[in-house]
């Protein structure tokens, strides 16, 4: 919202100076984003009269003038291409060193065509008034009498212009005076009476019949239409005044009739509309649009309308959207004589959601989406009656009205003592009804408790705390006192959850291991996620921020994987990266689960990657991420020796390179890998690259761990380590022999760790391969005798059968 300091002050009484209104306005929730002060463009710019004017000697285009800029002083030489230069001008005059904003350009002392021009005659487009460049700026006559003054003084142009940031809910100050009422209300000045408004009722009953035509389920698209007919306008270019206030704000000035409605949707937030009275057919009526239908409209688009939109149409077909904008067909021009001024109420809600379908983005939209003043309809009408009566004649027939105004009186019971309760703020209560009252409350009542009733142009006061807020805003949020929050004693109670603690624990195993975290979408492009789906529905959301981000993730993976290509596209060959977050098998709630994932790309393994000197780096592989994996859920609180390593990964990790820990036949902890070279094509992504995911929520509970420390499990009793190796089918799993190994005697032995494996010779024939284990055993009580170790390895031999069917290799 823009207005300029001499329009605030049409409505508002004050000496107030900028600086104060922009703190001011700032303090009370309008907040100013910027003031501009045409004085800082413009001020070098004066007012000058061209004394004589003769064609330029070396050029046909080109007139010398002599130019008066300085009473009493002799005029200076300038060099002028304008058509319309010629002696007895009045316009407006550079000197040399000027920034010319319309050019960008800064006046140098250099000649034209062999003369030398002392300064410039400017046109509008060089002062960035408008965009008419054809000629110099003509001035009135009678400002001949201010050569040498400054042009933004002679013509008013000396005006700051503020521009404020409205929420949603302040539909009342889309315009000046709604703005002019907070200040007012704030002590910045005095709100003025609003003027009377006489003469404005024709003789003669409106001859264009006005209806709403709408079904009972959307008479609230368009309660209340009123119009009235002038005729006999004379239309034309409106006045300097209002044409410098609309250029001000930024609008283009039109015609007279289409400025005073743009004028008066500045000055009042009523927006309005005219048509040519001469191009309608038959009756003008509110109804919703008819599949189909089109119009241009006056931003020269043609615009296709539906049925829940809401148009104005005559016999002949729609004339405009409600609320939006209007048609070209009826639209006035300087040829208008017979004019019918529009002003209506519409639905914000369906005006918002025509703007949004239409993508079309009007001040009249911004106005009535966010809840123009409904008693605003006549007074509105009237206004631009005697507006346009004054600038451009005619004479007006009697207003017609279609519906009524709609009822949004709404009495408000309020205790004054809420104030303080609700925000600290010790008031009398002369100051807070004094505060409401000039907010246009009306208030009914004596005591503390009153009743209120809002002015038809707040909406958005809808009960007693809406009432403090006004109250509070208005005194200043800065007069709160602070109070601090009561310290309760003692240390606070844990706040983590569980699943929180093992979220931090496991991004810092993580990132302790080298891998860098990232933070990826959590939305993906749906071929993307069809890669990870693994038989589970995909999450599709109805609006998405973009086509490519239309699924909800399945796995983090693909966020990951594409972010290890384009850190590789930048020069980062090796590259190691983790994420911790919720991933979707599903829409129900129980489909969302929490996730670590990471992945592995070059040779960023655990020891470091990259070329060294010390050796050949190696490129990561399954065990890399399977080392993550296993470490990840360690540091969880899990036995990881208790998990099953079985060979059923998913599709995206390779056949043959990759595994899925478990407890049990369903308590899948984790997967780990090599990525599907498959899968890598379909990302775009050049391998080798592995990969690990950790299910967080599909870990077994903690133990609740005593608050007494653990005896010191030590023994000064050197450990024995024996070596066996045994022969087992090539498809049986190593793990299996670790796991029997370690069962043998819990007590004895301490570790079991495989050290060698061998496939080739007599073996690979029979299908056999040989598995060599170091089992480690550490007494506690005292030495072990050899026939003690005996009985242990004896038993280790046993138990690896049992569970393998392998024997000792001989």
Known sequence: MKFTLSWLKDHLKTTAPVDEIVTKLSAIGLE???VEDPAAKLGAFRVARIVDAKRHPNADKLQIVMVEVEKGKPPLEVVCGAPNARTGLVGVFAPLGTFIPGSGITLEKKPVRGVVSNGMMCSAAELELSDDSAGIIELPEELAERVGDAYINAVGLNDPVFEVKLTPNRPDCTGVRGIA??????????LKPEKAIS??????????AIKLEFPKSAKDACPVFAGRLIKGVSNGPSPDWLQNRLRAVGLRPINALVDVTNYISQDRGRPLHVYDVDKLKGAVRARLGKAGETFLGLDDREHVVDDTMCVIADDSGPLGLGGIIGGDASGSTDATKNVLIESAYFDPVRTAATGRKTGLVTDARYRFERGVDPESVLPGLDLATQMILKLCGGKPSKATVAGKVPDTRRAIVFDLNRVEKLSGLSLPAKDITTILETLGCVLVGDGNVIEVTPPSWRPDIHGPADLV?????ITGIDRIPATALPRTSGVARRVLTDTQKRARRAR?????????????WSFLPKPQAELFAAGTSLV????????DLAVMRPSLLPGLLTAVERNRNRGFADVALFELGQAYRGDRPEDQFLS???VRAGTANLSGGDRHWDGKAESVTVFDAKADAVATLAALGLDVTKAQITRDAPAWYHPGRSGTLRLGPKAVLAHFGEVHPGTLAALDVAGPVVAFEVFLEALPPEKRKSRAKAPLAASDLLPVRRDFAFVLDKSAN??????AALGSDKALISAVTVFDVFEGGALASEGKKSVAIEVTLQPSAETLTDKEIEAVAEKVIADVRKATGGEIRS
């Not at 009422?181 to 005095?190: E, M, N, S, V, Y």
């Not at 810092?508 to 990232?518: D, F, K, M, P």
């Not at 599709?540 to 086509?547: T, W």
Request: charge should be negative; avoid cysteine; aromatic fraction near 2%.
């Open 199 to 208: 003469g404005v009722e024709g003789a003669f009953d409106n001859p264009v």
């Open 32 to 34: 100013v984003e910027s």
């Open 508 to 520: 810092r195993v993580l990132a302790a291991r080298g891998l860098v975290e990232a933070v990826t």
């Open 181 to 190: 009422r907070d200040l007012a209300a704030a002590g910045i000045g005095t």
């Open 596 to 598: 670590a994932a990471g």
């Open 469 to 473: 807020e006004e109250v509070v805003r």
């Open 540 to 547: 599709e959301l109805d609006n998405p921020i973009s086509v």
């Open 734 to 739: 190593a793990g299996d022999v670790v796991r």
